[in-house]
């Protein structure tokens, strides 16, 4: 059995993160064309620039995401709890954008804390094994 059939719900958060931040790169591109922002420059029009750091923030946080994902899941073997937990960061992925700049708070909170709850989860399963 392949790690995708054992973790289907983690595997399905992991592409749906990954989709979203190909959304990201699409928008930048969108957003270059429809403010005349040309490559490479990263400043401009403010929309542009809005487009550009959503893009960045998600991209920094993406391989703390995909590690927290994956650690969780193979530490807890609790695909459910894991999985709908990824998807919730992707949510709150979502709503940072919609509410980028100034109403962003809420989805950075919940993407944050998604991370900060697998993180924990990890730890909880990693920590004890360190005694043996």
Same mark, same amino acid.
């Given at each position: 059995? +392949? ?7 983690? +595997?399905?958060? +992991?592409?749906? $993160? ?20 040309? $490559? ?24 703390? $995401?995909?590690? $927290? ?30 509410? &980028? ?12 804390? +998604? ?8 730890? &909880? ?8």
């Amino acid at each position: 059995m +392949s790690i995708v059939e054992q973790y289907p719900l983690t +595997s399905t958060a +992991s592409l749906v $993160a990954l989709s979203y931040y190909v959304q990201t790169i699409l928008n930048v591109g969108r957003m270059r064309g429809v403010t005349g922002v040309k $490559a490479p420059a990263t400043t401009g029009d403010i929309r542009f620039e809005n487009a550009f750091r959503v893009q960045m923030n998600t991209l920094e946080q993406l391989p703390v $995401a995909l590690s $927290a994902f994956w650690l969780a899941a193979l530490s807890s073997g609790n695909d459910k709890l894991v999985g709908s937990v990824g998807l919730v960061y992707t949510l709150g992925r979502v709503l940072f954008q919609l509410g &980028y700049p100034d109403k962003r708070s809420a989805g950075f909170g919940i993407s944050f804390f +998604s991370l900060i709850g697998l993180l924990g989860l990890s730890a &909880y399963k990693i920590v004890p094994l360190l005694r043996k």
